[in-house]
């Protein structure tokens, strides 16, 4: 059975940092694209970076240039350090193994002075 179980979330200032992880077990985790996506009430899940088998990444627009998402393949873990924390950047951020539809249960992250 896949399990995704994400962690680091909190409440953080604008403009501080916070680290994600997102542990996998239950896959081939190494051969599956994962994702990061976050959700705000009332709006849909919306997609905030990607990474390949290979570790091509991808981002939102909104994120470019203040997130970034790695992996590691030993560890079954896959992370979204996420510098320059905006208000806007308040959400429950969830993992994705996007080859299985697998999410994880999500991680609150609240971007408050």
């Known amino acids: 059975q896949v399990q995704l179980v994400e962690s680091g979330g909190g409440l953080v200032q604008p403009g501080g940092s916070l680290r994600l992880s997102c542990a996998a077990s239950g896959s081939i985790f190494s051969l599956n694209t994962m994702g990061w996506y976050r959700q705000t009430p009332g709006k849909q899940r919306e997609l905030v970076a990607t990474?390949?088998?290979?570790?091509?990444?991808n981002y939102a627009d909104s994120v470019k240039g203040r997130f970034t998402i790695s992996r590691d393949n030993a560890k079954n873990t896959v992370y979204l350090q996420m510098n320059s924390l905006k208000p806007e950047d308040t959400a429950v951020y969830y993992c994705?193994?996007?080859?299985?539809?697998?999410w994880g249960q999500g991680t609150q992250v609240t971007v408050s002075s």
């Open positions: 994705q193994d996007q080859f299985l539809g697998y």
């Open positions: 990474i390949t088998s290979g570790g091509s990444t």
